[in-house]
Nanobody, 123 residues
């Protein structure tokens, strides 16, 4: 059974930083591209960032470029999202996802999803 478990969310002041982690099990992690998405209640899920299987290729939505960094450690079956210079508009539930297709530049096709971790940025 595939599981993706996020952690690291919390309450932070605007301008602060958080690092999210997503631990994967039940799949050959290095064979999957992984991504982060976020969702606010009542709004559509939004793509945030993605990384290729080996970590060489990354892709970000424009609103987080220069502030967020996605990375992965295949030995630990974990993907990370370092979030700096946080803004109130970054407040959302953050979900990680995995897909077999090694196309991080496409924000679709994700097969497995985590339950999410809440990030609240106070202004």
């Amino acid at each position: 059974q595939v599981q993706l478990v996020e952690s690291g969310g919390g309450l932070v002041q605007a301008g602060g930083s958080l690092r999210l982690s997503c631990a994967a099990s039940g799949l050959t992690f290095g064979s999957y591209a992984t991504g982060w998405f976020r969702q606010i209640p009542g709004k559509e899920r939004e793509f945030v960032a993605a990384i290729s299987r080996g970590g060489a290729m990354t892709h970000y939505t424009d609103s987080v470029k220069g502030r967020f960094t996605i990375s992965r450690d295949n030995a630990k079956n974990t993907v990370y999202l370092q979030m700096n210079s946080l803004k109130s508009e970054d407040t959302a539930a953050y979900h990680c996802a995995a897909k077999a297709a090694n196309k991080p530049q496409e924000d679709k096709g994700y097969e497995y999803w985590g339950q999410g971790t809440q990030v609240i940025v106070s202004s």
